[in-house]
């Protein structure tokens, strides 16, 4: 077994190098785990609750927006039945996520940077690389399941269910390393081989949800991973033989990966690199064309993300009705969102809210672009052609400000029109709810402008500044009414002075006012830059 | 408002925090001329390059370039020079041929023949991603966007620091060229022999300040001889002699430098003892260099173009 020669001591080494990364995963993974158990064994005490929760399961789990998302609900009577419910399909996709960027990190990425190299040279066997990397991620797999085995069983949930919900997610989990590894094998740089294994991920997602929430494609769940973990059926009479899908795929990816392994060369993929284009197109000929060739790709995951959050929403909107009839806890919880209106439009407001602040977290994102192009010296190239510092500066500014009104106004789009079929009035709910997203837009603009204005005048403090700004302003907004915060910490908030459409009706004068700080903001940054020495350095 | 001088510039200072890392530097470089900037890193020559490009301020001093105020006209001035800096940073997923075009165009257009010969020269796949491209190849795309450009000036820090021996000679070649069609160039370096190879004058910079400047043979004139020599008897009045450094004296054999200006006293003398074989290497610019900084260690090395967090303490 001289391949393998060096595979400890290399499993040791990847322990040393990811102790951080890989706790954090574990740990994230872990609490979002027990959190989901711990909500549901909290908000419905008895048997009597479980039971409604099995009945809403069944009325909000035939809303192919929500089974598209969560997985079907195939017993929700019990603890267990309700977390598995809850948890198998957003784990199982996460599971793999974070085994796949571990599985490149140790491989693909170790020989992008030529560490590989190095060791390679060393008394190390050629599969040990990939086999160190596989166990560590398996390790990594293994302890996330047992502790939330461990944490399931000390709630009270069943001891052999709870082990075979954790299994079975973890092996569903397990099989997108095997993956990357085949990725990594097939290119030669990490972003690309993780880009093809979230692709395969993202896939096996989208299978499942269209076969999940469409009876006549539901043989489609079958071809996903993610579909297989579901179909064991946690806490609602197991599957036994389907835990044998994983375990067989996962069997024909490493014999995949070591038949490609020995085919190629160290540093180099199966795939040859591939190339660009010999000359730039046509259009890339201004510093705006530029920032979009550079942020284009981002705002397109940032959209994509405004998207799914507004249909998971906007699907469920009609439901809240129902549930807060039938709950009076749920009108309440409702009635503290604020606002006045009908349940269905506070909760809307809600919403429209959270959407707002996911494109103020990609304004910032995008304005925060400067500051990386300065530091990491491609900003000096531009600058020292005839591009002036406020037109370089100031296209980042514009694709951050038109980018999150794309994204406001795609979740708004879609929230809206998922809510009108779900409504039966599509004419009149999209106009009420795209505007409700809309009028988010000039607190999202303040916030890029405190980006803007920080990169101008404080540019050491750029990126912690903006981001800590950010993360107070929506903790105010998100938590500030219930903890009971006063009304002028409240209103530090820019979201808070947003009228809160469609539960409330629509005043201009606050809108101006935050238009007119966010002009006063993005003047002042400009002007801060450009008087101010670029920095070389972060 | 083309003068006779493309760059000057007089009392520079610049600091970062207590670091003062241009010290009252002057600095002149006629139009049309190679001009040598030398000095080890750390010495300013990127803190003056980046003041040059209204990239930084100066804090004091005079700065003119191209006749105009590198801070105020700043992106006039750009459109007629181009710029290569010693770190190229490249958007890692923008092919290499798309990173010549954009530079070039933001600069105003740039010529496709020329263009077709350089990545000829400088043997460079345009296709690759930035982000495949070594440290060498990732100056060459700079290179070549800013040679395929048609300015006047062009500001090179450190342009062939990643290049192999093939390339620096192509490099030289295209820098002869560049010099007969008549741009200036401002050269910052620390390659003596690529200096010696390439440039009508040097500045040298040390601790933010030039030290000396001028032409190579200037330059010389101030530094010495060596004479290594054979003679039939043992020379007379050697040990004597003004501007004689470093004799070593063995019989007949004699090893020595001596001044450029006392050089012919010195032949003299030698031959009048009887020259049986005699080797003289003239001053290097090695040499020149070294003296100005073996003499005078000075302890606190400006940041080279570094406004760093040390910097700022």
């Known amino acids: 077994m001289s391949g393998f020669t060096g595979t400890g001591q290399l499993f040791r080494l990847a322990l040393r190098r990811d102790r951080i990364v890989a706790t954090a995963w574990i740990l994230g993974l872990f609490l979002y785990a027990y959190s989901q158990a711990a909500s549901i064994i909290a908000l419905y005490p008895t048997q009597a609750d479980l039971d409604k929760l099995a009945r809403t399961a069944a009325g909000v789990g035939a809303n192919p927006a929500v089974v598209a998302l969560q997985g079907p609900a195939y017993d929700a009577s019990t603890y267990g039945g309700a977390t598995a419910w809850q948890l198998v399909t957003p784990w199982v996709f996460l599971i793999g996520l974070m085994s796949l960027l571990l599985v490149t990190r140790h491989t693909r990425q170790e020989e992008e940077t030529g560490r590989a190299e190095l060791v390679s040279a060393g008394v190390v066997g050629r599969y040990a690389w990939l086999a160190a990397s596989l166990l560590f991620v398996l390790a990594a797999n293994v302890v996330l399941v047992a502790i939330t085995a461990l944490a399931f069983i000390a709630m009270g949930l069943p001891v052999t269910g709870s082990i075979m919900l954790v299994v079975d997610c973890g092996l569903g989990g397990l099989v997108f390393a095997g993956v990357a590894a085949i990725t990594g094998q097939v290119t030669q740089y990490a972003r690309p081989a993780n880009g093809m294994a979230f692709a395969v991920l993202g896939a096996a997602f989208l299978l499942r949800a269209i076969g999940d929430s469409a009876t006549e ?19 609602a009479g197991e599957q036994w033989w389907v835990l044998l899908l994983p375990l067989a795929l996962l069997l024909v990816l490493l014999v995949a990966v070591a038949a490609l392994l020995v085919r190629r060369d160290v540093g180099a993929g199966v795939l040859p690199v591939r190339l660009g284009p010999p000359a730039a197109p046509p259009w890339l000929r201004s510093p705006l064309a530029l920032t979009w060739r550079l942020q284009r790709g981002a705002l397109l995951g940032w959209t994509i993300g405004s998207a799914i959050a507004g249909l998971s929403f906007g699907a469920i909107a009609q439901d809240m009705v129902q549930a807060a009839a039938e709950d009076p806890e749920t009108a309440k919880m409702l009635a503290r969102l604020g606002g006045a209106g009908s349940i269905t439009d506070i909760f809307l407001a809600a919403i429209l809210s959270w959407l707002g602040m996911l494109a103020a977290a990609y304004a910032v994102q995008a304005t925060l672009r400067l500051h990386a192009e300065e530091t990491e010296l491609r900003a000096e190239q531009v600058l020292a052609t005839a591009v002036p510092r406020t037109g370089w500066a100031g296209s980042h500014l514009l694709v951050a400000a038109v980018g999150s009104a794309v994204v406001l106004a795609t979740g708004g789009l879609v929230a809206g029109v998922a809510h009108g079929l779900r409504a039966g009035d599509l004419g009149g709910e999209l106009p009420r709810v795209l505007g409700g997203a809309l009028v988010q837009l000039p607190a999202v603009w303040v916030m890029a402008g405190i980006g803007a204005a920080l990169f101008g005048l404080l540019p050491r403090l750029v990126v912690g500044g903006t981001w800590a700004v950010l993360a107070v302003v929506l903790s105010i907004t998100t938590f500030g009414e219930p903890l009971g915060l006063d009304r002028w910490a409240l209103d530090l908030s820019p979201f808070a002075h947003l009228p809160r459409l469609p539960a409330a009706a629509f005043t201009a004068a606050p809108l101006a006012w935050l238009l007119a700080i966010t002009a006063v903001l993005a003047a002042a940054g400009l002007a801060g830059f450009r008087r101010r020495d670029l920095v070389s350095t972060a | 408002m083309m003068g006779a001088t493309a760059i000057s510039v007089s009392g520079l200072v ?36 980046r003041i040059l490009l209204g990239l930084l301020r100066a804090d004091a001093g005079q700065a003119e370039l191209l006749g105009g105020d590198p801070w105020r006209d700043a992106t006039a001035l750009h459109r007629r020079l181009a710029y290569v800096p010693g770190d190229v940073t490249l958007w890692p997923n923008l092919s290499g041929g798309e990173v010549i075009d954009l530079l070039g165009r933001l600069r105003g257009g740039l010529d496709p023949k020329r263009r077709a010969d350089l990545l000829e020269r400088f043997d460079l796949d345009p296709r690759k991603k930035a982000r495949t491209y070594s440290k060498g190849n990732r100056q060459k795309v700079a290179l070549i966007a800013a040679l395929a450009s048609d300015v006047e000036l062009l500001l090179l820090d450190e342009p062939t620091a990643g290049l192999d021996p093939l390339m620096e000679a192509s490099f030289r070649e295209v820098i ?108 290097t610019l090695e040499e020149l260099f070294l003296r100005h900084y073996q003499t005078e260690q000075v302890a606190t090395p400006a940041g080279d173009g570094q406004p760093t967090r040390e910097g700022e303490r």
């Open chain 1, 217 to 235: 494609l539901s043989w489609l769940s079958w071809l996903s991973p993610i579909g297989w973990a579901e179909r064991f059926r946690p806490f």
């Open chain 2, 14 to 49: 610049k600091t970062f925090g207590p670091t003062r890392a241009l010290d009252g530097l002057d600095l002149q470089v006629r139009t049309g001329e190679v001009h040598g900037f030398l000095g080890p890193n750390g010495a300013g020559k990127t803190t003056t390059i």
């Open chain 2, 176 to 283: 002869a060229d560049e010099r007969h069609g008549g741009r200036t160039v401002l050269l910052s370096s620390h390659i003596l022999a690529e200096v010696e190879a390439l440039c009508d004058r040097v500045s040298i910079i040390r601790a933010g300040r030039v030290v000396e400047s001028g032409t190579l043979a200037e330059l010389r004139h101030l530094t010495r001889t060596s004479i290594t020599a054979e003679l039939a008897n043992p020379p007379d009045g050697l040990v004597e002699l003004a501007g004689v450094h470093n004799l070593v004296l063995d019989g007949t054999r004699v090893h020595f430098q001596v001044d450029t200006a006392r050089l012919d006293e010195a032949l003299r003398r030698l031959s009048a003892a009887g020259v049986r074989s005699l080797t003289s290497q003239p001053p």
